[in-house]
T-cell receptor
Framework: LAKTTQPISMDSYEGQEVNITCSHN???????ITWYQQFPSQGPRFIIQ?????VTNEVASLFIPADRKSSTLSLPRVSLSDTAVYYC??????????????WGLGTSLAVNP | DTEVTQTPKHLVMGMTNKKSLKCEQH?????MYWYKQKAKKPPELMFV???????INESVPSRFSPECPNSSLLNLHLHALQPEDSALYLC???????????????FGPGTRLTVL
């Protein structure tokens, strides 16, 4: 099973771009990379998912190099409300009833004024 | 309605009590999940229901008993818990458990459980 490694914490300022990198050296061919955001005392919320190259939505971008051994979540122009824990997940969506997602330990992002 | 609701928000129970956590979704999702989350840790998968049948039990102690009465409801019955079971219990749902792409999980706000 793939294991993910991400920084424990990061600090930023409002208006800056934040890049959080996740390492997943043992990612399998069928695995996707997914990122969730979690605010204190709330459930995680899906941000973005990708398999390769670049994915962009209204919230973030996800960059995945060709070897897929890492991925970078990019948050453009962060605000105070982006202060949260960001989890990197790796898993096979076709694993069926035996699906298991590997959650990273999370990166605690603090956005300062 | 893209919301997963959980009740109660907070629960304090003694080690001899029996209580239940409830989860509800009306998105037509056919997969539902229970997770346990300790402070500063990622969620840990406990159970997965697919089409109202238990499909994954991650070797959870029998003092936790899940139930899926229908496709919208998920319960977690608690009995004889230990203080170390104190945690945030999260419910989630997704359209399916498998498919050609990963199915986004929608999480509820969780129940903060304290076992005395």
């Amino acid at each position: 099973l793939a294991k993910t490694t991400q920084p424990i914490s990061m600090d930023s300022y409002e208006g800056q771009e934040v890049n959080i990198t996740c390492s997943h050296n043992n990612i399998a061919t069928n695995d996707y990379i997914t990122w969730y955001q979690q605010f204190p005392s709330q459930g995680p919320r899906f941000i973005i998912q990708g398999y390769k190259t670049k994915v962009t939505n209204e919230v973030a971008s996800l960059f995945i190099p060709a070897d897929r051994k890492s991925s970078t979540l990019s948050l453009p122009r962060v605000s105070l409300s982006d202060t949260a824990v960001y989890y990197c997940l790796v898993g096979d969506p076709n694993a069926g009833n035996n699906r298991k997602l590997i959650w990273g330990l999370g990166t605690s992002l603090a956005v300062n004024p | 309605d893209t919301e997963v609701t959980q009740t109660p928000k907070h629960l304090v129970m003694g080690m001899t009590n029996k209580k239940s956590l409830k989860c509800e979704q009306h998105m037509g999702h056919r997969a539902m999940y229970w997770y346990k989350q300790k402070a500063k840790k990622p969620p840990e998968l406990m159970f997965v229901y697919s089409y109202e049948k238990l499909s994954i039990n991650e070797s959870v102690p029998s003092r936790f008993s899940p139930e899926c009465p229908n496709s919208s409801l998920l319960n977690l019955h608690l009995h004889a818990l230990q203080p170390e079971d104190s945690a945030l219990y999260l419910c989630a749902s997704s359209q399916y458990t498998s498919g050609t792409r990963y199915n986004e999980q929608f999480f509820g706000p969780g129940t903060r459980l304290t076992v005395l």
